[in-house]
Antibody, heavy 121, light 107 residues
């Protein structure tokens, strides 16, 4: 069974940094685009970033460009999100997500359990 | 970015009812439209992809239709476990964007 498990969330001060990790199992990690999606408390879903299968292509939502970096290590079936210059509006549950098919980028059928990031002084 | 607008934002219904949720895109997205169900404290669950394809393991009472800019999610006969929040999402281009959600409550 395909599974994703995130870690690394926590409380950080504005302007600080945090690194989220996600480990996949039960599927060939290197076959899939991977994404991070977030959800602020009581709000809707917002896609944050994705990365292609070999890590050569990365895309970001405008609000995190220049502050967040997505990366992957296929040998370890892991996905990371390095978050710098954090702001209050980055407070959210962060999910890693995998599409339902190898050829798809954004139809997310496998999700992690989520990790909470709180940016506050 | 493509804007996705769902209606209604909230809906009260009873077990056994037929329910329809609509989603409109700000530009044509062909059939690159997905529907998710989310329950409190849980990750979203993909129900429908490419507007009308039922994701594996999803009950057949869920169906989707539409193309271009207008889409619908229909639940043919509501079950107690269907009370949740539903999101549409376009996968036509980057960034993929979600609707604001429809909260389906028990009447």
């Amino acid at each position: 069974e395909a599974q994703l498990v995130e870690s690394g969330g926590g409380l950080v001060q504005p302007g600080g940094s945090l690194r989220l990790s996600c480990v996949g199992s039960g599927f060939t990690f290197s076959d899939y685009w991977m994404s991070w999606v977030r959800q602020a408390p009581g709000k809707g879903l917002e896609w944050v970033a994705n990365i292609n299968q070999d890590g050569s292509g990365e895309y970001y939502v405008d609000s995190v460009k220049g502050r967040f970096t997505i990366s992957r290590d296929n040998a370890k079936s892991s996905l990371c999100l390095q978050m710098n210059s954090l702001r209050g509006e980055d407070t959210a549950v962060y999910y890693c997500a995998r599409p339902n098919r190898v050829e798809s980028r954004h139809s997310f059928s496998i999700w992690g359990q989520g990790t909470m990031v709180t940016v506050s002084s | 970015d493509i804007q996705m607008t769902q209606s209604p934002s909230s809906l009260s219904a009873s077990v056994g009812d037929r329910v329809t949720i609509t989603c409109r895109a700000s530009q044509s997205i062909s059939t690159y439209l997905n529907w998710y169900q989310q329950k409190p404290g849980k990750a979203p669950n993909l129900l429908i992809y490419r507007a009308s394809s039922l994701q594996s393991g999803v009950p057949s009472r869920f169906s989707g239709s539409g193309s271009g800019t207008d889409f619908t999610l229909t639940i043919s006969s509501l079950q107690p476990e269907d009370f949740a929040t539903y999101y549409c999402q376009q996968s036509y281009n980057t960034p993929p964007t979600f609707g604001q959600g429809t909260n389906l409550e028990i009447k």
